[in-house]
């Protein structure tokens, strides 16, 4: 089963004009009148200028006022003792100082009190923890997952560390090289994120802003339009079972194959992406068989996605309910009626019936 609108990336940058006028407080008319009654003469009374940091999607200073207190939650599954570090982001998207760090809880959140207010950008970086598959109900290491914030204020100071923002926050350094300046990388990138992983005009309602309100959207919650962020994530999981792949390394190889934008099997310079392999039970990162060799020339990104369709149809047959379905995907209102529910099914069983004998069942060394 092959659905093309997945390979169709969204790789654009939404500038919105606005314009910040200020104006004299005058009585009664143009630009000559006296000053209000009171006031010393000759004095001019303006509007006060905000200073925040400039939305990339706006091109007007973000809302709110300014804030060193931030939360969130690390999620690929809820991810308990992981570290997240914040760092001011430099113009050519590498981290710059650090300015606070803290270990998530049990439920995979944490609250942070940064040394200092961020006046731009930052990096979120969670490294190490554990959390459970959704797919397999295994145990999976986190390496390293990332989040880049165009701004922090008070409207927007609630951070969700995902797959989802981890590949969007490493494809902002390579955007730099490319010649785009860091907002221009910021939105390219966010809004290319939305596209690979969930064709997510769902997410966030499909907004133009959807590529800085989704950093706060929980997986899975009332904001997740569809369904379409968790299942993403879940889809990522099941392309990990399907291969035997830590979940780290599916993570790895999408980015890696997925960070020029485009739709394939090879890296940003058409390099073969090495996957690895299992030794004696242990995972050995970076070594052959190549992503075009484990799937035989799909695209990491292609798999995920027709794992997505294939969750939501069996939904579909197990609730004898075309409704979800057709909202999520209003193109198979005339594909899903000539398949059969047991050729569907049969594609979700060849994964999960090789839980029982993979590797990943244990946590990696």
């Known amino acids: 089963m092959k659905f093309n609108q997945f390979a169709r990336l969204v790789l654009s940058s939404i500038v919105l004009a606005a314009t910040l006028s200020l104006t004299a407080c005058g009585g009664g008319g143009g630009g000559n009148s006296p000053s209000p009654t009171g006031s010393n003469s000759g004095s001019t009374a303006t509007q006060p200028v905000n200073n925040n940091p400039i939305d990339p ?16 939650e690390v999620v690929s599954g809820p991810t308990t003792g992981a570290t997240v570090t914040a ?49 397999d109900n295994s145990t999976q290491k986190n390496e390293s997952m990332e989040l ?3 701004y922090v204020t008070t409207t927007l100071d609630t951070f969700v560390i995902t797959p989802l923002t981890h590949y969007a926050s490493q494809r902002i350094p ?5 010649g785009k300046t860091l907002a221009e990388a910021y ?58 792949l830590p979940s780290h390394t599916g993570l790895r190889i999408l980015v890696a194959t997925t960070l020029a934008g485009k739709d394939g099997v090879v890296d940003q310079n058409g390099n073969p992406v090495d996957v690895g392999a299992w030794s004696s039970g242990v995972w ?25 369709v294939w969750m939501n149809e069996v939904q ?21 009626p000539t398949l059969s529910c047991a050729t569907i099914e049969s594609d979700m069983n060849a994964i999960t019936n090789r839980i029982a004998s993979n590797s990943r069942t244990t946590i990696q060394g």
């Open 87 to 135: 760092y001011a982001l430099n113009s050519d998207g590498s981290n710059g100082n650090a300015i606070g760090s803290v270990v998530t809880d049990a439920n995979g959140d944490y609250t942070m009190t940064l040394t200092q207010q961020p006046t731009g950008m930052i990096r979120l970086v969670a490294t190490g923890g554990t959390f459970t598959s959704e797919a």
């Open 284 to 308: 050995a990162d970076d070594i052959t068989p190549t992503v075009a060799t484990m799937t035989g020339g799909t695209s990491v990104q292609d798999d995920v996605y027709n794992i997505v």
């Open 174 to 178: 390579y955007l730099i090289t490319q």
């Open 316 to 336: 579909a047959c197990t609730s004898n309910s075309t409704t979800a379905l057709y909202a999520r995907f209003p193109g198979l209102t005339t594909i899903f």
């Open 57 to 72: 999607y706006t091109n007007a200073p973000a809302t709110g006022s300014l804030t060193a207190q931030i939360s969130g």
């Open 187 to 244: 939105t390219t990138a966010s809004s290319g994120a939305l596209s690979i992983l969930t064709q997510a005009d769902a997410i966030d309602g499909g907004t133009s802003h959807a590529g800085v309100d989704y950093l706060s959207i929980v997986p899975g919650s009332s904001q997740d339009t569809l369904n379409a962020y968790s299942d993403a994530l879940k889809a990522l999981e099941y392309l990990d079972v399907e291969f035997d």
């Open 148 to 150: 880049v914030a165009p």
